[in-house]
């Protein structure tokens, strides 16, 4: 079983997810609980030399569809 998000879809390695209005890339995923919430590792996608992975908690993110990151990217939102 794979961490859920807010809504229960479940999360997998090189998803798009928003947190607090900012886009990210799934790295890695923790081991979920019984109720299929777990901790992820997230790498912001408009990143900076500096930006390092941080860790949430999978029902604070929410996915979003790849092909909706790639209009963003090509409309110059990175």
């Not at 919430?37 to 996915?63: A, E, F, H, P, R």
């Amino acid at each position: 079983m794979k961490p859920l998000d807010m809504i229960g879809r479940e999360i997998s390695v090189d998803d798009f997810v928003v947190f607090y209005s900012n886009i990210y890339q799934v790295k890695a995923l923790g081991k979920p609980n019984l109720m299929g919430k777990g901790y992820v590792k997230i790498l912001l996608v408009d990143k900076s030399k500096t930006t390092k992975t941080v860790s949430k908690y999978s029902s604070d993110i929410c996915l979003i569809d790849n092909n909706d990151v790639l209009i963003w990217k090509l409309k110059g939102g990175m």
